[in-house]
């Protein structure tokens, strides 16, 4: 398998990966490969950039995201790296995977919005620093919320709401579930908003899919080696087979979505509107933040899930 590192290492696994830190990639990868393109979605509400690359010329569009969470934010170089493997591949006329990258690159289209929450995982990596504006901010939404460690435990964005229950399927439930919870304020984790899609990050994001209409999408988060494909009674033809696919290639086990969380979320509003597959694939074990010590590890199990997901099963 040729991988981006065998001919130039941009996209860095072994450091924190902080918003700018991200943006400097996607822009060094832009600038090196003509076949990506590069857009910028929005602006956070503090004035980060929430950026796009894409890849292929193929009729199948995928669309893949990470980095919904801020202290999931090993999920941003695994997509990165992902890309950059995919176009030093290519350019090398090789494989990826096992499979040519001349065939991904012909069957499909890949939309990949890699940082969703940038100012978040700014607090949780540490480019926010104590003692500025932001840090405190942030300090003030989490001591309303002294049982969850902080910055380690912040999931949300800098105004305290949890980008991953911010869609239109079954919010009002979702609402209900995470006030029952204790989560009714602005916070580290679990607030659903307001309303639904009342984020800049959360609006741009679903606007994005919309113009993408993709077959569908794959959001990357952290942890429990799990694969979720389900809302409700929802229907998407092929996702059961994609599923086991993924379940197979990467060692992660496929499972219905616990119902506390199984509301509101990104795939679960894809399903819902799209009726076509949509996933969440909880990346490695242990705490979050994971340590980049598992990098390499969560990188090969995903690989073979993002490389399927963009050819479509044979047949």
């Not at 494989?95 to 929450?117: H, S």
């Not at 912040?154 to 006030?179: C, E, H, S, T």
């Not at 679990?190 to 679903?206: C, K, M, S």
């Amino acid at each position: 398998m040729l991988s981006g590192g065998d001919i130039l290492a941009i996209v860095q696994t072994d450091v924190p990966m902080t918003s700018d830190l991200c943006r400097r990639s996607m822009e060094a990868l832009a600038g090196r490969y003509p076949a990506f393109r590069l857009e910028t979605l929005t602006t956070t509400a503090f004035g980060r950039p929430l950026q796009a690359l894409r890849i292929g010329r193929g009729e199948r569009r995928v669309l893949y995201s990470a980095a919904h969470h801020a202290n999931e934010w090993i999920t941003a170089p695994v997509l990165l790296k992902f890309l950059e493997a995919l176009a030093a591949a290519d350019e090398a006329q090789g494989t990826l995977y096992g499979v040519p990258t001349k065939t991904i690159l012909n069957a499909a289209t890949i939309f990949a919005v890699p940082m969703v929450d940038p100012d978040g995982v700014d607090l949780v990596t540490g480019a926010i620093e104590p003692g500025t504006l932001e840090y405190e901010q942030a300090q003030s939404l989490a001591d309303n919320y002294p049982a969850i460690p902080f910055p380690d435990g912040w999931k949300a964005n800098l105004l305290g709401v949890d980008l991953n229950l911010q869609y239109p399927a079954g919010w009002l439930k979702a609402r209900d579930i995470k006030f029952s919870q204790g989560y009714t304020r602005p916070g580290p984790r679990d607030f659903v908003g307001r309303a639904p899609l009342n984020q800049r990050e959360t609006i741009a994001l679903a606007h994005y899919t919309q113009a993408v209409d993709p077959a569908l999408v794959i959001a990357l988060h952290t942890q429990g080696e799990a694969i979720y494909w389900q809302f409700e009674d929802y229907v998407a033809a092929g996702a059961q087979e994609l599923g086991e696919e993924f379940a197979r290639l990467s060692g992660y086990a496929l499972e219905d979505t616990p119902y506390n969380s199984s509301f509101a979320g990104y795939k679960d509003w894809f399903i819902q509107l799209w009726r076509r597959p949509g996933f969440t694939i909880e990346c490695g074990t242990g705490q979050n933040p994971l340590p980049l010590t598992q990098f390499d590890e969560i990188y090969r199990a995903v690989l073979g899930i993002l490389v399927t997901g963009a050819t479509g099963l044979p047949g």
